[in-house]
């Protein structure tokens, strides 16, 4: 089943943004779990897939999906997906919109390297990292499927675009401010990925989790009278450091590498053993019900 692009749905949003002056440490507050998230393209525009320049459901292939994440030598929270392409390949605008911000690498650190910033109609805005090449300017107007770079691997490992979504941002930003993110695919079409499994330890459970289709918004766990739920949206709204925090919520996060087409969650609340999981997408939709 496809999930189609985009639903009618008011734009509910508890977001504090943040104020306009580059700097600001203005508190965000992350998206009420009971409002509905604004999905699908502003006002109904077209959209496209980055790199395949395609309205087709799961057009591109990730290799990194929004949320936990194992790299070769550490954990973190990853606030984008990634989409491994050579280097060289176009990178298009999703949506139409007008360049806010471009950031050009210093040659040597590690980060955004190459950088591209689109706001978009809506309260949306759209970023595209690790280019090799940035074929705008700021200021310039873009129409869905424009192009306005190419991949590369500035600021990064391996060739590939980081796709960052946002909602929030003020249209004036100079700042990719990561607390205002969420999943890119509440935008881009998509199949619905098969149901993440769990196993039940001693002491943690083990998800099993899809690739490429990756949804999840919250895990619930319970056991012994006592729950906790981690929310991504509760997560990324900390920081940048914060949220690469292996422990959030009283329960540790700990994420394997991504193997043909799944990756595996291991959580482990400080307090309980865990005897039930439900996992809710972002669409709202409970995804996965499992008990020991």
Do not use: K
């Not at 189609?4 to 600001?24: D, E, H, K, M």
């Not at 310039?140 to 796709?163: F, I, K, M, Y």
């Not at 919250?218 to 929310?231: E, F, K, N, Q, V």
């Not at 920081?239 to 394997?256: E, K, S, T």
């Amino acid at each position: 089943m496809t999930r189609p692009q985009f639903r009618r749905i008011p734009l509910l949003l508890t977001l504090l943004l943040l104020a306009a002056a580059c700097g600001s440490d203005t508190s965000v507050t992350p998206p009420d779990p009971n409002d509905p998230p604004p999905w699908g393209p502003p006002d109904g525009a077209q959209l496209v897939w980055p790199l395949a320049n395609v309205d087709e459901p799961d057009a591109d292939s990730i290799s990194f999906p929004y949320g936990p994440r194992a790299l070769p030598s550490r954990y973190d929270f990853h606030a984008g997906i990634d989409l491994p392409a050579s280097p060289g390949t176009p990178v298009y605008s999703v949506l139409p919109g007008r360049v806010v911000l471009v950031s050009n690498w210093d040659g040597s650190s590690t980060g955004p390297g190459n950088a591209v910033l689109v706001a978009h109609s809506g309260d949306r805005s759209t970023s595209y990292l690790h280019l090799r090449q940035i074929e705008v300017q700021e200021g310039d107007s873009l129409q869905v499927g424009e192009r306005l770079g190419t991949v590369g691997q500035t600021g990064a490992s391996t060739p590939h675009l980081h796709l960052g979504y946002f909602v929030g941002l003020p249209r004036d930003t100079r700042v990719r401010d990561e607390r205002l993110s969420r999943n890119p695919l509440e935008l881009l079409a998509h199949d619905d990925p098969d149901a993440p499994t769990g196993e039940f330890t001693e002491t943690q459970v083990l998800l099993s989790v899809p690739l490429q289709a990756m949804t999840i918004r919250s895990i619930a766990l319970s056991g012994s009278g006592d729950s906790r739920t981690l929310d991504y949206y509760d997560i990324v709204v900390r920081g940048a450091q914060p949220r690469d925090d292996q422990m959030q919520n009283g329960v540790h996060i700990d994420a394997g590498r991504p193997d043909a087409g799944w990756f595996e969650l291991r959580l482990r609340p400080t307090t309980f053993i865990p005897d039930r999981v439900t996992i809710t997408d972002i669409f709202g939709d409970t995804i996965a019900d499992l008990s020991r």
